[in-house]
């Protein structure tokens, strides 16, 4: 057997070297977008009361279904209104009385002040006239606070929505009778639900930027979703932030107000918060799937001129669609692995194939 068909024998039998793994990529390149920051809050009521009795008595009416929506100044509750009915009629008579009083004592008054000009009664006699019409006149002050304070304890009688909202229900049922020498009882507590706050910490860079971009007339755009049902998203703005910041957690706590544009929400939802820059900017993106972890460390595999999978740890910012903004670690013109990750091993050799977004989600939704 010759030398030549020893060498065809051995390149026969052994073993194809197996191509490199395709690998899909993507050329990174500066985009401007908006980037959005998510948190998540709470929601709260913009205006909440607990109705309670300004007068006592015994409750007769009860003019709400647990859970109504009322409007401004419609009627709750009407607490028995006889008594304070009674003692305002009592107060006018007593205005009345004290006007009397004050008329007869101003006309003595005048014919004490003529017969002392003409020296007929001493000075003593109109001093004591001057002295009783003064007091007439200040019992006509005093009857007509008590008419002003009659009137008002009647009011209080007839208890109404100070704001528009939600009641819950009714702690106190008719022909209960009602105390508040003690204490007045909670009747029922009522809820704005035209409009919520959603209450959420921020980041101190974040604050910064929002107080910076505001003092330039520049809003930084804000959207809810509920943690349970994502499915509506919400407009709103910032309405304000606390007045110091938490040191321990580095954060500080911001409100933004919410139009309840659907009747759905209630206080007390989770809710998720995106907060917007208020300007786009010049930036890298890479979908977030061709981000890798290695402990705490994040990193992404860039093919290089000789088509191999070279390690690089990046630093990440926020959220764009369904990428993430680098920070540090890219350079634009780079060339990311996107899919096939999971065959790939650093300092490999792999076949770069554009990556087709439309492609890979197909596939995905198969």
């Known amino acids: 057997m010759t030398n030549a068909d020893n060498q065809q024998k051995k390149s026969q039998s052994a073993p194809a070297t197996p191509p490199p793994p395709v690998a899909e990529v993507i050329t990174v390149k500066p985009e401007f977008v908006r980037i959005w920051t998510n948190f998540s809050g709470r929601l709260r009521a913009v205006d909440m009361a607990e109705i309670k009795p300004l007068v006592g008595g015994e409750l007769q009416q009860v003019l709400f279904d647990d859970g109504q929506l009322v409007e401004k100044n419609d009627l709750l509750f009407v607490i028995d209104p ?21 008329k007869l004592a101003e006309d003595e008054l005048e014919r004490s002040e003529r017969l002392v000009k003409n020296k007929l009664v001493s000075e003593s006699v109109f001093d004591a006239a001057k002295n009783e019409y003064q007091v007439a006149a200040a019992s006509i002050n005093e009857a007509e606070s008590a008419v002003a304070q009659a009137r008002l304890d009647l009011n209080y009688c007839y ?15 008719v022909g209960n009778v009602i105390e508040t020498r003690t204490g007045a009882p909670v009747l029922t507590t009522l809820v704005a639900n035209n409009r919520l706050y959603a209450e959420f910490d921020v980041d101190e860079q974040t604050y910064i930027e929002f107080i910076r971009t505001s003092q330039r007339e520049q809003k930084m755009p804000v959207e809810m979703t509920l943690a349970a049902d994502d499915s509506v998203v919400y407009h709103g703005e910032i309405d304000s932030f606390d007045n110091q910041l938490n040191v321990s957690s580095g954060t500080i706590r911001a409100r933004a107000i919410f139009d309840n544009t659907d009747g ?16 786009e900017q010049e930036t890298l993106l890479i979908p977030s799937r061709a981000i890798n972890t290695n402990q705490d460390k994040k990193f992404v595999y860039v093919v290089n001129d000789d088509n191999k999978a070279t390690y690089r740890e990046v630093s990440l910012g926020g ?8 920070k540090d670690g890219l350079e634009a013109g780079d ?12 300092d490999s050799v792999v076949t770069p194939k554009p990556f087709d977004s439309a492609e890979s989600a197909a596939q995905t939704e198969q």
């Open 82 to 102: 006889r008594p304070y009915k009674a003692a305002l009629v009592r107060a006018e008579a007593q205005l009345t009385s004290a006007k009397s009083r004050a």
């Open 159 to 173: 208890i109404r929505a100070p704001f528009s909202g939600r009641v819950s229900r009714a702690e106190v049922t």
């Open 264 to 279: 759905a929400l209630t206080p007390g939802m989770y809710a998720n918060v995106r907060l917007g820059a208020a300007t």
């Open 319 to 326: 959220h764009h669609n369904d990428q993430r903004l680098i």
């Open 335 to 346: 060339t990311v692995i996107v899919n096939g990750l999971s065959h790939i091993r650093p």
